[in-house]
Protein backbone atom coordinates (compact mmCIF):
# COMPACT_ATOMS: atom_id res chain seq x y z
CA UNK A 1 0.00 0.00 0.00
CA UNK A 2 2.92 2.63 -1.06
CA UNK A 3 0.35 5.04 -2.75
CA UNK A 4 -2.24 4.91 0.70
CA UNK A 5 -2.04 7.91 3.54
CA UNK A 6 -3.95 8.50 6.36
CA UNK A 7 -6.55 11.29 6.93
CA UNK A 8 -8.60 12.25 9.09
CA UNK A 9 -11.28 14.57 10.22
CA UNK A 10 -11.29 16.30 13.56
CA UNK A 11 -13.95 18.28 15.39
CA UNK A 12 -13.88 19.91 18.72
CA UNK A 13 -16.11 17.57 20.06
CA UNK A 14 -15.57 13.87 17.73
CA UNK A 15 -13.36 12.38 15.30
CA UNK A 16 -15.84 12.21 12.36
CA UNK A 17 -13.22 10.02 9.94
CA UNK A 18 -10.17 8.28 10.33
CA UNK A 19 -9.00 6.08 7.30
CA UNK A 20 -6.27 5.04 4.84
CA UNK A 21 -7.13 6.59 1.21
CA UNK A 22 -5.67 7.44 -2.49
CA UNK A 23 -6.33 10.86 -3.01
CA UNK A 24 -8.53 14.08 -0.73
CA UNK A 25 -9.72 16.77 -2.71
CA UNK A 26 -9.93 19.91 -0.58
CA UNK A 27 -11.14 23.70 -0.91
CA UNK A 28 -8.34 25.66 -0.48
CA UNK A 29 -8.06 29.55 -0.22
CA UNK A 30 -5.83 29.27 -2.89
CA UNK A 31 -8.02 26.58 -5.06
CA UNK A 32 -9.32 23.19 -5.34
CA UNK A 33 -6.26 21.22 -4.13
CA UNK A 34 -5.24 17.64 -4.65
CA UNK A 35 -2.99 15.80 -1.83
CA UNK A 36 -1.74 12.59 -2.89
CA UNK A 37 0.90 10.10 -1.35
CA UNK A 38 4.44 12.03 -0.26
CA UNK A 39 2.61 15.11 -1.10
CA UNK A 40 5.18 18.03 0.65
CA UNK A 41 4.34 18.91 4.26
CA UNK A 42 1.56 22.06 4.17
CA UNK A 43 -0.38 24.09 6.27
CA UNK A 44 -3.33 25.72 4.94
CA UNK A 45 -6.59 26.90 5.43
CA UNK A 46 -10.15 25.93 4.22
CA UNK A 47 -12.99 27.73 2.65
CA UNK A 48 -16.27 26.80 2.18
CA UNK A 49 -16.69 24.04 -0.18
CA UNK A 50 -16.67 19.80 -0.44
CA UNK A 51 -13.55 17.98 0.82
CA UNK A 52 -13.51 14.65 -1.89
CA UNK A 53 -11.87 11.31 -0.30
CA UNK A 54 -10.81 8.54 -2.65
CA UNK A 55 -10.16 5.39 -1.66
CA UNK A 56 -12.18 2.23 -2.50
CA UNK A 57 -15.13 4.47 -3.06
CA UNK A 58 -15.51 8.03 -2.81
CA UNK A 59 -16.61 10.15 0.56
CA UNK A 60 -17.53 13.86 0.32
CA UNK A 61 -18.14 16.47 3.68
CA UNK A 62 -19.65 19.69 3.21
CA UNK A 63 -16.87 22.18 5.35
CA UNK A 64 -17.57 26.20 5.89
CA UNK A 65 -13.82 26.58 7.50
CA UNK A 66 -11.23 24.84 9.17
CA UNK A 67 -7.24 24.47 8.94
CA UNK A 68 -5.37 21.19 6.89
CA UNK A 69 -2.16 20.04 8.17
CA UNK A 70 -0.11 17.68 6.03
CA UNK A 71 3.14 15.60 7.05
CA UNK A 72 4.71 12.28 6.97
CA UNK A 73 1.58 10.70 4.79
CA UNK A 74 -0.93 12.30 7.39
CA UNK A 75 -3.78 14.66 6.64
CA UNK A 76 -5.75 16.18 9.47
CA UNK A 77 -8.47 18.18 8.84
CA UNK A 78 -10.00 20.18 11.69
CA UNK A 79 -13.10 21.97 11.07
CA UNK A 80 -15.99 22.64 13.21
CA UNK A 81 -18.56 22.04 9.79
CA UNK A 82 -17.80 18.76 8.71
CA UNK A 83 -21.15 17.12 7.39
CA UNK A 84 -21.22 14.07 5.12
CA UNK A 85 -23.44 14.71 2.02
CA UNK A 86 -24.90 11.25 2.80
CA UNK A 87 -26.08 12.90 5.76
CA UNK A 88 -27.23 15.93 4.26
CA UNK A 89 -31.21 16.04 3.63
CA UNK A 90 -32.99 18.55 1.03
CA UNK A 91 -34.48 20.98 4.14
CA UNK A 92 -31.54 21.21 5.92
CA UNK A 93 -29.67 22.58 2.12
CA UNK A 94 -32.08 24.53 1.75
CA UNK A 95 -31.89 26.14 5.10
CA UNK A 96 -28.30 26.50 4.95
CA UNK A 97 -29.17 28.09 1.45
CA UNK A 98 -30.97 30.63 3.01
CA UNK A 99 -29.17 31.50 6.01
CA UNK A 100 -26.36 31.87 3.14
CA UNK A 101 -27.90 34.38 0.66
CA UNK A 102 -28.90 36.41 4.12
CA UNK A 103 -25.55 36.17 5.31
CA UNK A 104 -23.63 37.37 1.64
CA UNK A 105 -26.00 40.42 1.49
CA UNK A 106 -25.32 41.57 5.09
CA UNK A 107 -21.01 41.10 4.67
CA UNK A 108 -19.43 44.49 4.44
CA UNK A 109 -15.96 43.98 3.96
CA UNK A 110 -14.27 41.87 0.25
CA UNK A 111 -13.02 38.54 2.32
CA UNK A 112 -16.27 38.35 4.51
CA UNK A 113 -18.34 39.04 0.83
CA UNK A 114 -16.02 36.47 -1.18
CA UNK A 115 -16.38 33.48 1.71
CA UNK A 116 -20.31 33.72 1.77
CA UNK A 117 -19.92 33.86 -1.67
CA UNK A 118 -17.73 31.04 -1.42
CA UNK A 119 -20.60 28.79 0.89
CA UNK A 120 -23.71 30.12 -0.93
CA UNK A 121 -21.82 28.26 -3.98
CA UNK A 122 -21.09 25.18 -2.83
CA UNK A 123 -24.58 24.84 -1.58
CA UNK A 124 -26.23 25.63 -4.72
CA UNK A 125 -24.34 22.72 -6.04
CA UNK A 126 -25.08 20.59 -3.58
CA UNK A 127 -28.79 21.18 -3.68
CA UNK A 128 -28.97 20.27 -7.54
Do not use: C
Not at 69 to 96: G, R, W
Amino acid sequence: MPDKFTVEIISPDQTILKQETNEVIIPSFEGQMGILNNHIPLITFLRPGIITIKAEGEKRYYVEEGTVEFSNNNLLILTSTAIDLVNLDKSKINELLQKAEVNLNNQSTDKERYIASYKLETLKEISQ
